[in-house]
Nanobody, 126 residues
Framework: QVQLVESGGGLVQAGGSLRLSCAASGLTFTRYAMGWFRQAPGKEDKFVAGISASGGSTVYEDSVKGRFTISRDNAKDTVSLEMNSLKAEDTAVYYC???????????????????WGKGTLVTVSA
């Protein structure tokens, strides 16, 4: 059974930092590209960042470029999202997702994702 478990969410002041982690189990991690999505209150979920299965390719949504960094540790089956210079508009539930795409750059569509975590809440106070 595949499980993706996010951790690291919480309350932070604007300008602060948080590091989210996602631990994967039940899948061959190195065969999956990984992504982070978020859903703000009353809005649709949106792509935030993605990383290829090898870790060699990353992609970011425009509003987080230069502030967020996605990384993965294939030895530990984890993917992380380092978030700096947080803004109130970053407040959302953040979800980890796995895309069975062993080669090529990470995809950004939620419809391409095969597995999802349950999410972790990030609240940024202004």
């Amino acid at each position: 059974q595949v499980q993706l478990v996010e951790s690291g969410g919480g309350l932070v002041q604007a300008g602060g930092s948080l590091r989210l982690s996602c631990a994967a189990s039940g899948l061959t991690f190195t065969r999956y590209a990984m992504g982070w999505f978020r859903q703000a209150p009353g809005k649709e979920d949106k792509f935030v960042a993605g990383i290829s299965a090898s870790g060699g390719s990353t992609v970011y949504e425009d509003s987080v470029k230069g502030r967020f960094t996605i990384s993965r540790d294939n030895a530990k089956d984890t993917v992380s999202l380092e978030m700096n210079s947080l803004k109130a508009e970053d407040t959302a539930v953040y979800y980890c997702a796995a895309d069975r795409r062993t080669f090529g750059p990470p995809r950004q569509s939620k419809y391409e994702m095969d597995y999802w975590g349950k999410g972790t809440l990030v609240t940024v106070s202004a």
